[in-house]
């Protein structure tokens, strides 16, 4: 069955340091893998979506992220945190026909 | 950019009442879900919706929630008899077609029940 792990409930970085948000998934069969932002009293707004090809991903707000297989793996990274990244982030795969699954989500706090 | 909108930003109910959650979808989308958050938990599916019938619904859309598109437009979610537990963030998202599209969320009607 599909689904996503999240390590990590809350990570801190400081400003302009590198941003690592750890997602694992679980699938039987090639997952289609998203991550998502939420910004305080926001709804869900896509970073950046996997589903074939190129496994390193481009998404926006200079945000990447990066399937490897071998470790069942979709992290997030940026290389340089700025302070309007604050926010929750979450991670998901599609199960089934379209429902997406979501992780447990990481809220991210940046230090200036 | 078009937007998924949802009505009402916040509702505030008594236990035992029926609420409906508005969505307007984008125009040419044509699968429809609802997903809640509880405060501090995980985003969960609830429900999808197209071509006018639930395609798939969680253990959680029970009999106390219905959806329907009434007018070809707006998308809701009714609950007949709200409990405590009812109370979160509810999420409309609209999607194209395919299963690698993206789904798009509304910005969640936060629902309180007394």
């Known amino acids: 069955a599909q689904s996503v792990t999240q390590l990590g409930s809350h990570v801190s970085v400081s400003e302009g340091a590198l941003v690592l948000l750890r997602c694992n998934y679980s699938s039987s069969v090639p997952p289609y893998l998203f991550w998502y932002v939420q910004y305080p009293n926001q709804g869900l707004q896509l970073l950046l979506k996997?589903?074939?090809?190129?496994?390193l991903v481009k998404g926006i707000n200079g945000f990447e992220a990066e399937f490897k297989k071998s470790e069942t793996s979709f992290h997030l990274t940026k290389p340089s945190a700025h302070m309007s990244d604050a926010a929750e982030y979450f991670c998901?795969?599609?199960?089934?026909?379209?429902?997406?699954?979501f992780g447990q989500g990481t809220r991210l706090t940046i230090n200036p | 950019e078009p937007e998924v909108t949802q009505t009402p930003s916040h509702q505030v109910t008594q236990m035992g009442q029926e609420v409906i959650l508005r969505c307007v979808p984008i125009?040419?989308?044509?699968?429809f879900y609802w997903y809640r958050q509880i405060l501090g938990q995980k985003v969960e599916f609830l429900v999808s919706f197209y071509n006018n019938e639930i395609s798939e619904k969680s253990e959680i859309f029970d009999d106390q929630f219905s959806v329907e598109r009434p007018d070809g437009s707006n998308f809701t979610l009714k609950i007949r008899s709200t409990k405590l537990e009812d109370s979160a963030m509810y999420f409309c998202a609209t999607q194209t077609s395919s299963v690698s599209d993206t789904q798009y969320f509304g910005p969640g009607t936060r629902l309180t029940v007394l």
């Open positions: 996997y589903t074939t090809g190129a496994t």
């Open positions: 125009s040419n989308h044509l699968y």
């Open positions: 998901a795969v599609i199960k089934g026909a379209q429902k997406l699954v």
